[in-house]
């Protein structure tokens, strides 16, 4: 009853901040705050299913979030069909190379053993090596030079871009599995130095390879799940109801987007958390939990443990598949080189410790509470430094040297607030329930 308490009363706190945002800065920050507080919860999920679930450290969340946002273009963007004449045909047959080097490889490792085995697989590799380079080259330089300044990329399936969510899920859930296959059975900070790096290589070929994202010159105008704010503004119906609630026309269209959103992304996360409950109370969470407190004693007992963890841990790479998917969603845009650690790692591992892993809710709870605090500390620090100095003059170089620091109240508030969780609440806001 303790913990329903707390759910109860520390979700209630969260909702009153939402309130207080709208009621004294803007509804259209609120809503924004919200949409994106909705998505940071589920890649906090994704994560708490790995750690909190099964011990599993992986610090290669931004990896899996950008391959939900690469899934995102290549279900939703149209085609340039200028760019597919030009060398569309050399990329897929450089695909059809590499799968057919890796089938190669499987076939020669099931049948010859030994050095005969080794020196095999390596003339496999490099002959398939050469090939794919050989088409690969000219196809992709082909492809760039297509309208480079509009387009230089293969676009996409031209799509409805919610179909993306699912799509960047298996995405996420294929590299986990080859991430998994390499990496699982390391100890935890050697798994966490692979998926780092790992997640630092897709996000390197995504900034570098122009034929499949454009790279740093970035997608925009993905098209939209929700109506458009100019088509919201062209309703009569609207337009009455704008007049009649007394808000401004632009203002009230951006709130009816905003909410649209909210109910998608919410609906996505209530099914995620609902499945992540349901498994969570089940023989296979209680196994879960089991190899996570003693991977010894699970294995004596004949449980897979590298199996287990395998799976697990696509799991959660999937789920932060779609978050990913849904924040390039939101976005309409695809930046490559948004995708940085402090953002996509760091905070989504902050969301884990303050909610509580181990517990799915406490995870949401610590997505929407340490998303707002992100978004809020620096307007909220900026008018503590403006009153603190406001007995200061306005050519003082203290208090113009405070005001331009008032950006950096960010990371010094994700700080506290870590301290003060760890300090007084080292299992979370809501932590793992005893069962």
């Known amino acids: 009853m303790i913990f329903k308490n707390r759910d109860v009363v520390l979700f209630g706190a969260m909702g009153l901040l939402f309130l207080a945002v709208g009621v004294f800065q803007s509804w ?20 708490n299913i790995q750690w909190g679930y099964a011990g599993l450290l992986n610090v290669g969340v931004m990896g899996f979030a950008a391959l939900g ?10 085609p340039v069909q200028e760019a597919w004449v030009a060398g569309g045909g050399g990329v ?17 490792y099931n049948r010859t053993t030994g050095a005969r085995r080794r020196w095999l697989i390596t003339a496999i590799g490099v002959i398939g090596f050469f090939c794919a380079r050989y088409f690969y080259g000219p196809a992709t330089q082909a492809i760039e030079q297509v309208n480079p300044a509009t387009s230089g990329y293969l676009g996409g399936a031209g799509m409805p871009i919610i179909f993306s969510w699912v799509v960047g899920g298996i995405f996420a859930a294929g590299a986990a599995w080859v991430v998994g296959k390499v990496a699982l059975g390391l ?33 925009i105008g993905l ?9 919201i503004q062209e309703s009569v119906f609207f337009q009455e109801l704008a007049a009649t609630a007394n808000i401004p026309l632009v203002e009230f269209s951006s709130i009816i987007v905003k909410l649209c ?42 449980k897979n443990v590298t199996g287990r963890h395998l799976q697990v841990f696509i799991l959660g790479s999937a789920v932060i598949g779609v978050a990913g998917a849904m924040l390039t969603t939101i976005d309409g845009q695809f930046t490559p080189a948004s995708y940085q650690p402090l953002r ?42 403006d009153t603190l100095t406001s007995g200061l003059g306005d050519d003082s170089s203290l208090r113009s040297h405070l005001m331009a620091s008032a950006a950096h109240m960010r990371l010094m508030t994700m700080g506290l607030i870590l301290l003060l969780v760890l300090r007084f609440a080292p299992k979370g806001l809501l932590p793992e329930r005893a069962r």
């Open 92 to 108: 897929i047959f450089t695909l059809l190379v590499v799968v057919a080097t890796i089938i190669a490889i499987i076939f020669a």
């Open 344 to 385: 996509f790692t760091f905070l989504i591992w902050v969301m884990v410790i303050v909610g509580g892993s181990g517990n799915n809710r406490g995870a949401v709870l610590g997505g929407f509470l340490i998303w707002f605090a992100w978004v809020e500390a620096e307007p909220i620090g900026l008018w503590l430094i």
């Open 223 to 231: 098209p939209r799940p929700v109506p458009y704010e100019v088509n």
């Open 69 to 78: 946002g690469l899934a995102a273009i290549l279900v939703s963007a149209p």
């Open 28 to 47: 259209n920050l609120s809503l924004a705050i919200l949409n994106l507080g909705l998505i940071s919860a589920i890649m906090a999920l994704g994560v």
């Open 187 to 219: 100890r935890s900070d050697y798994l966490a130095i692979a998926t780092l790096g790992i997640s630092e290589i897709i996000i390197a070929i995504l900034k570098f390879e122009d034929w499949m994202t454009r790279g740093v010159k970035n997608v």
């Open 261 to 302: 959103y909210a109910l998608l992304f919410g609906a996505v996360l209530l099914f995620i958390l609902y499945l992540s409950e349901k498994a969570l109370k089940s023989p296979w969470g209680r196994m879960m939990r089991a190899i996570r407190d003693n991977e010894t004693a699970a294995e004596a007992m004949g």
